[in-house]
């Protein structure tokens, strides 16, 4: 267990809190969607309440160590102000005199935010002398920024080293959540995996073969486990690299007596468009001339049949082309029987979670990860450099 903001003294003190703030902005400098600022006010509006000053630590982008003007966290310090209703002293700076000087002067209910952590060459190589920089500034460092967790960088990893480190709200629930779906789950466990390709996935499969009861493939990658059964895929999206991994996670599910589960039937197309003319086939009579874009009618039953009875769910990766309405019926189809369902559920994956937001039941799935890479290693079992270095409780 990792220790929490819960189980700190925070009155009077300054803490480093490291939030994932790496919000979509479009041209005009304008923040497109700011769910990720929303998810860190928990943590902020915890820390004043306890009488803690704030300083605030975020990427945004990729500037690779050097300033970019259009990733300076300008937007987002404003954003922060108007839902905050307080102010935020936002610094031009990563480290620095200003900067040590802004945090001396830090009174309780305070925030300040410092510019775009990765300005700094340092930030990604995880440089100690700038994990030293930044813990000169505070008495205490929160990670919130579980987005990032599986990354060892000075703000949220190098840090730790030099403050006493505990894990913010957020942090806390993506921890409790995950683990809990993965370690000691209520059975049966149903897993779903789809989305774009095998090769992104390959630890996540493995690990699920092991740690579920069924588990149900759709999307892009039920096409090469498909075609490794010998199915005719058409022009679908195949990755011929993979057919032997594929074959060999289909003995390994085999092995461990997983409720393997593929596609029974498709909706094809022609072309990836709205404009394209679709039709429902079965496995077995995937036209030559045509792709495989969402799970079909048949599959939708039999997969919404496992999903009534599961215990627990866990789902990366949407069932078929969900950006277009009529390849979305059946990752609609899934969230919708997920969102019914008395079981755990646990959704993760940038697409898949906006997929179900589109579906419009994502108010009733237990638990929708923040992490995008950070989910998926935490999936494949690995231990995330972010939160290994967390004091233990
Ligand atoms: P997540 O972000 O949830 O982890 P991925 O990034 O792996 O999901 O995959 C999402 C993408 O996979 C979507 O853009 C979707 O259009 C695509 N996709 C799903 N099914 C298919 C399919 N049958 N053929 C081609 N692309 C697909
Ligand atoms: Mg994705």
Redesign the pocket.
Known sequence: MKKTVRDLTLAGKRVFTRVDFNVPIDENGEIRDDTRIRAGLPTISYLLDNGAAVILASHLGRPKGRVKDSLRLNAVAKRLEELLGRQVRKMDEVVGEGISRAAGELKAGDILLLENVRFHPGEEKNDPELSRAYASLADIFISDAFGAAHRAHASNAGIASYLPAAAGLLMDAEIVNLSRAMHNPRRPLVAIV????IA??IGVLTNFISLADSLLL??????TFLRAKDYNMGR??LEEDKLTQAAELLRLATYNDLNLCLPVD?VVADK?DASAEAEVVTVESVPDDK????IGPKTREIFSRLIAEAGTIIW?????????DK?AQG?FAVARATAESDAFSII????????VEKAGVAAMISHLSTG?GA??EFWEGKELPGIAVLNDC
């Not at 759709?218 to 096409?223: F, L, R, S, V």
């Not at 792709?291 to 969402?294: G, I, K, R, S, V």
């Not at 993760?348 to 997929?355: F, P």
């Open positions: 789809g989305g774009n390709k992104d996935k759709g999307g892009g990658m039920a096409n679908s999206l498709l990836v792709m495989a874009l969402d990366n990766g949407p069932l078929g082309v969900f950006e277009i390849f990752t993760g994956g940038g697409d898949v979670v906006s997929a995008g989910t998926l």
